[in-house]
């Protein structure tokens, strides 16, 4: 009955809180979203395929902050840049990324380009706190016997990852926190790790 209760005040507490923060933060979704048409005249959102709960794929929102070319570029920088593909291959992202725009820099410095995932949150495909959403190729290779813990829960567009470090945390720490958080969590820690976000966000702690 317990895990029942605690699962339902989970998902009233990310529907209540995520349908009253859209529109409160629409007036910055829109002007992101004018900066980001008017730099390029790009696509607005981008969409890319993260493992949710139960092992099933689901589109990530993010507003876009690369270039519209950014796989071509990105296989020319990685086959010009050795250091770059290891780096890549070891993290599946570049601290120095070519691919990057000017407004995407600002965006990913404080983290408004993860603001569209509210929208997952609302479809159900997402919490407000929870593992990291990753790609298939991260979960086959680096969580191992810990698939079953993030495969047990919907991923979070915050979480131990994100206040404990983040781009600064080498891989293995951020599977251990993922599974820490699993096993050990409760709504109460749910809205610690929400305030604590709010710091790590404002200093732009650990981002890239």
Known sequence: MGNKLDAFLKILFD??????????????????????????HGPIFFAHIRIGKDGKPFPCYKFRSMVVNNKEMLEKHLAENPEARAEWEREFKLKNDPRITPIG???????????PQIFNVLKGEMSLVGPRPVVQEELDKY?????????????????????????DVDYPERVAMDVEYVRTRNLWKDIVILYKTFDVVLNKKGAY
């Open 105 to 115: 820099q600002v965006l990913r410095k404080s983290s408004l380009d993860e603001l």
């Open 143 to 167: 969580y191992g016997e810990a698939v079953k813990e993030y495969c047990s829960v919907k991923p979070g567009i915050t979480g131990l990852w994100q206040v404990s470090g983040r781009s």
């Open 15 to 40: 529907y209540t809180l995520t349908a009253v923060g859209t529109v409160v933060i629409s007036p910055l979704l829109f002007y992101i979203a004018y900066r980001i048409t008017k730099e390029d």
